[in-house]
């Protein structure tokens, strides 16, 4: 059943993981055919003004999102991985979680020195592990050229971390 808004196709899950937190699931739109389609459009929309050499996606949502962009403005995908899923030589970086620490990785030789990077991923919340992204975008030689992104949680205040880019979003929610 086709939607009016794409944040139709999201449902919200009260209290979930935890009492007070209304949780944004996008497997409910990623699993209907016109949602998913809805949001590679969207993104493609948000970034047809962007010049770009490469297609970073995070693990794992990023993966969904980022490929389908890469194919159609044909450009290389580079997945972002947590520590030790990548086979060859890696570079990393840690970021904070709620509760302690993680880190993630890219192939060394995955972006060359000058490239422009757009960085894509289903939403951002704390804007951690998106920073993270851009710092092994630059630790390489590359430039973030966008962050495009289904979600925003607006209330964790992601987008403080992030204030350097150009952070593009389809959706946002006010709250946490």
Do not use: N
């Amino acid at each position: 059943m086709k939607r009016e808004k794409l944040e139709d196709y999201v449902l919200t899950i009260p209290d979930f993981p935890e009492p007070g937190i209304m949780f944004r699931d996008i497997t409910s739109l990623i699993q209907d055919p016109d949602g998913l389609q809805d949001a590679i459009d969207g993104l493609k929309d948000i970034l047809k003004d962007v010049e770009f050499d490469k297609v970073l996606g995070l693990e794992s949502r990023g993966f969904i999102f980022g490929t389908p962009i890469a194919y159609e403005f044909k450009k290389g995908f580079v997945p972002v991985r947590k520590k030790g899923k990548l086979p060859r030589e890696t570079v990393s970086a840690k970021y904070e979680l709620e509760y302690g620490e993680a880190e993630i990785e890219i192939h060394k030789d995955s972006i060359e020195k000058g490239e422009k990077v757009v960085i894509i991923d289903d939403l951002i919340a704390t804007g951690g592990t998106l920073e993270a992204a851009c710092r092994l975008v630059e630790e390489l030689g590359g430039e973030v050229a966008c962050i495009a992104l289904v979600m925003e949680l607006a209330g964790l205040e992601g987008r403080k971390k992030l204030e350097k880019y150009d952070v593009r979003t389809l959706i946002t929610y006010e709250g946490k």
